[in-house]
């Protein structure tokens, strides 16, 4: 089993924190691998997994807990459920396999995860949330955060419901700034972040609305870092520069998915396309591909034509094909 050459800890993560956002059908191996070569001082996390399905060993998913440790650290595997006792087992398969940190859900918004009491539901719980962090902390050494949302459907929940996570253990927050009403719309909301830092002593992460190096350097007030999500989809040359933004001052005029043609990119897109099928396979790996290659040619002249082929790929040697007339 691979483990940390050292351990990681959010307290003494180099300041400040650049995250990819864990995403459902996103943040496989495949696309965080992708990220760190573009940016490798980002933060990455796997897919939401189930505690439920890690607690019975349930094939997929226990898939979906691999990675590569010399490519993906720090790696961090985000998890949701309600039960303790699958909490306490699944937390210490993640911390056997080698994984750097274990991130809890408290945020998802999805029908189907807040109608079965995880996910934002959770916020209406904090007794229930408390126990959740109490059960993995008890269990690993590796830390154990959580990212949650604003509230349920007003932000002054969030410090009291964030002070009873960290009395619980919780060693670092991601907080989007929007509450589980809002969904994915309306502005993100970062001031209820900037307040809740002054009164934890762990490290706050923001996320929300960070869709350039302008947006991460503008937000970032006094959090620890920034945590970048739907605005990768289609460009992981934004981790690139936020890190460059962030880390070294160096603030592009242009993002480099603005300022590359097309041709440009194509490399970065066959490099995920490789990867996804050695990692998957390539019937899998293509089939997951197609809402990436959807992705990366929006906005592209002629992007309706050659979406039309992208999303009907089934082999790699398709892809090549197709793309090689945009060279």
Known sequence: MPSP??????????????????????????????????????????????????????????????FDAERERPFIVQVFGKKPECFLSAAKVIEQMGADGIDINMGCPAAKVVSSCHGSALIKNPELAAELVHAAKRTVSIPVSVKT?????????????????????????AIHGRTYSQKFDGRADWAPIYELKKRVSVPVIGNGDVCTPQDAAQKLGNLDGVMVGRATWGNPWLMRDICDALLRGNIPAKLTVDSLSFPEKIPVILEHCELSVRLKGEQRGMMEMRKHLASYVRGLEGARELRAKLVRVEKLSEVRMILKDWM
Do not use: N
């Open 5 to 66: 050459v050292s351990p990681f800890l959010w307290q003494e993560a180099a300041r400040p924190i650049v995250a990819l956002a864990p995403m459902a059908g996103v943040t496989d191996a495949a696309f965080r691998q992708l990220v760190k070569r573009l940016a490798p001082e980002t933060v990455v996390y796997t897919e939401l997994l189930s505690t439920d399905a890690i607690h019975y060993g349930a094939k997929k998913t226990m898939g979906m807990l691999h």
């Open 149 to 173: 949302r604003l509230g349920w459907d007003t932000p002054e929940t969030l410090i009291p419901f964030c002070a009873t996570l960290v009395e619980a253990g919780a060693d670092a927050l």
